[in-house]
């Protein structure tokens, strides 16, 4: 299979070149020449068989011409050394639990895929080279990633976060690994780490002399396993009898997993709908309102891993309905919540049902209640992240305290170590430069 770019103005590149690249050479998003289709003979009997097995048959539908079966087998088993549980909150609506990975956050399976495919992809070829993976955080990716690539050989990662605006335990997560993980603490916000990265990219002579790439969900190795616990969450739901007609919401904010959840559905997993569940920053929710795409600066909610105003997947979806408006308003829906409704969310549903959700959960519960499920529908909402990686802001919510995974609390109790930058690009480049071993990957590379 081969990949093309959403700008049209690049080269179709091999899978390999895609995941290495990150981006194309044109800055337009990767995607599939054709996107496969899984026989409903297996649909059917998705139910029989494990999340592992079910998983690799979507991988090998993917991934299979492009790398030995075998070796995909081990990637996503290794991916997937954690559960993603269907569990009852309300009568008619479920929550599909993806924090049971190492950072407690759904991002951990898309992480540990590409962590391991690049790793796989790199040893391959034979790079005598490192690959840089460069990626700016708000708190959530950097932790996920640096942990998915923690002791892949032949890659190394640089972490950019903005000073004094990331929770201590997100921090903890990406600053106390070491080996092959830099964190760097750049003074300034959030956008200023995001437009070193991007300039980085851009930049024609950097790249000529170190191969980077990104594990933001523009790249296909992290955003196309996020379609696995899609057809998982569908097996658990069709064990239970619930899986006849299934609305699932999604808390979006780059839309990676709301795509990766299309991609399911166009490869024949019978979705009846999907809702697009935001927080303030409702640039997608005006879209579908108005057909109008207008683009914003992010606002700071309490649900902070959505908090994006021009979200990157967005091309993928176009291009996945051919730009077709009313088509893309036929299989999605659109809420958005504001801090508000989240945390008046979190406590009734506390209060009501006993189950805590946190501030992202909170938006994609809501949309399905106001969607309004009819007699018959399944609602599945995506829990993408533990409560208790939000606990202050979950307990100042509920008046009261949260329990701690042990797993976050070993990232607390380690030392912290990180590189500090200011925010100008000249004093980021030189420290790449200087931290990097000569000669570069150079494939499909513009010379
Ligand atoms: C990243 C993240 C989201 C948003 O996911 P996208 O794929 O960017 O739409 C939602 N919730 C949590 C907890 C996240 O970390």
Do not use: W
Not at 216 to 243: E, T, W
Not at 333 to 341: A, W
Not at 356 to 375: F, I, R, S, V
């Amino acid at each position: 299979m081969k990949y093309y770019s959403t700008n049209g103005k690049a080269p179709l590149v091999t899978l390999e070149d895609a995941v290495i690249q990150g981006l194309a050479d044109d800055r337009g998003l990767y995607m599939p020449e054709r996107v496969p289709h899984i026989d409903s003979d297996i649909i059917k009997t998705l139910k029989d068989r494990t999340f592992i097995e079910n998983s690799t048959i979507v991988a090998q539908a993917f991934f299979g011409d492009d790398m030995d079966a075998d070796a995909l087998a081990e990637i996503v088993s290794d991916t997937l050394s954690f559960e993603t549980p269907v569990i009852q909150v309300d009568s008619d609506i479920y929550s599909l639990e993806l924090f049971h990975g190492p950072t407690l956050a759904f991002k951990d399976v898309g992480a540990r895929f590409m962590a391991r495919m690049l790793g796989y992809f790199v040893r391959r070829k034979g790079l005598a080279d490192e690959v840089n993976v460069l990626v700016a955080t708000s708190g959530d990716t950097g932790g996920a990633v640096a942990n998915g690539f923690l002791g892949v050989e032949g890659v190394r990662v640089f972490v950019l976060y903005p000073k004094g605006k990331v929770s201590p335990l997100q921090e903890s997560q990406f600053t106390t690994l070491g080996r092959n993980i830099t964190a760097i603490e750049i003074d300034g916000r959030f956008d200023d780490c995001q437009a070193l990265v991007k300039e980085a990219f851009a930049d024609r002579e950097l790249n000529s002399r170190m191969q980077l790439t990104s594990a933001n969900s523009i790249n296909v190795a992290r955003f196309l396993p996020q379609s696995f616990y899609y057809f998982n969450a569908y097996a658990q739901l069709d064990r239970m009898g619930k899986a006849n007609d299934v609305i699932i919401s999604v808390p979006s904010g780059n839309f990676g997993n709301l795509t990766a959840g299309l991609f399911a559905a166009r490869m024949g997993l019978p979705v009846s709908r999907f809702i697009a569940a935001n927080n303030s920053n409702d640039v997608f929710f005006n879209y579908l309102q108005t057909g109008q795409y207008i683009p914003r600066p992010s606002i700071e909610t309490l649900a902070n891993a959505m908090d994006v105003g021009n979200p990157s997947n967005f091309a993928r979806i176009l291009e996945l309905y051919r730009n077709d408006y009313q088509a893309i308003r036929q299989m999605i829906s659109g809420f958005r919540y504001d801090d508000g409704q989240i945390a008046a969310a979190i406590r009734r549903i506390l209060s009501d049902t006993g189950y805590l959700l946190d501030p992202h959960g909170a938006c994609g519960y809501l949309a399905l209640e106001d969607y309004g499920l009819k007699q018959g529908q399944t609602g599945l909402f995506l829990e993408t992240a533990h409560p208790a990686k939000f606990k202050e802001t979950v307990e100042a919510i509920i008046g009261s305290e949260i329990d701690v995974p042990n797993s976050l609390k070993a990232f607390m109790n380690a030392e912290k170590h990180s590189v500090a930058l200011g925010s100008d690009y000249a004093g980021f480049r030189a420290y790449l430069a200087d931290n990097q071993a000569p000669p570069p990957y150079t494939a499909n590379r513009p010379s």
